[in-house]
């Protein structure tokens, strides 16, 4: 099996910054995309950014220009660095991994949720 631990969460100013992790670990080959969402109380989950393996990156308009997500292959890390937050970016926020298996078959996991709230 494979676990998503996600760390970095908690409590900054507006204007400041915060930098998530989310380590995978198990059963692993290899791992497509990795991405961050999110979930604020009463709204559905979204996306906030996606990386593949390549590098390429996505990002919610929401947050183009103030967060950037990037990865190390290397050590199945998925970063997530949030510059100049917003209250409204306030939510629980989840890594996602798309994981091959070394039988070669891939699955979707998720990490446990980590909290930021974003007040003065």
């Known amino acids: 099996q494979v676990q998503l631990v996600e760390s970095g969460g908690g409590l900054v100013q507006p204007g400041g910054s915060l930098r998530l992790s989310c380590a995978a670990s198990g059963s692993i080959f290899s791992i497509n995309a990795m991405g961050w969402y999110r979930q604020a109380p009463g709204k559905q989950r979204e996306l906030v950014a996606l990386i593949t393996s390549s590098g390429s990156t996505n990002y919610a308009d929401s947050v183009k220009g103030r967060f950037t997500i990037s990865r190390d292959n290397a050590k199945n890390t998925v970063y997530l660095q949030m510059s100049s937050p917003k209250p409204e970016d306030t939510a629980v926020y989840y890594c996602?991994?798309?994981?091959?298996?070394?039988?070669?078959?891939?699955?979707?996991?998720w990490g446990q949720g980590a909290q930021v709230t974003i007040s003065s």
């Open positions: 996602n991994a798309r994981v091959v298996n070394y039988q070669r078959t891939s699955s979707d996991y």
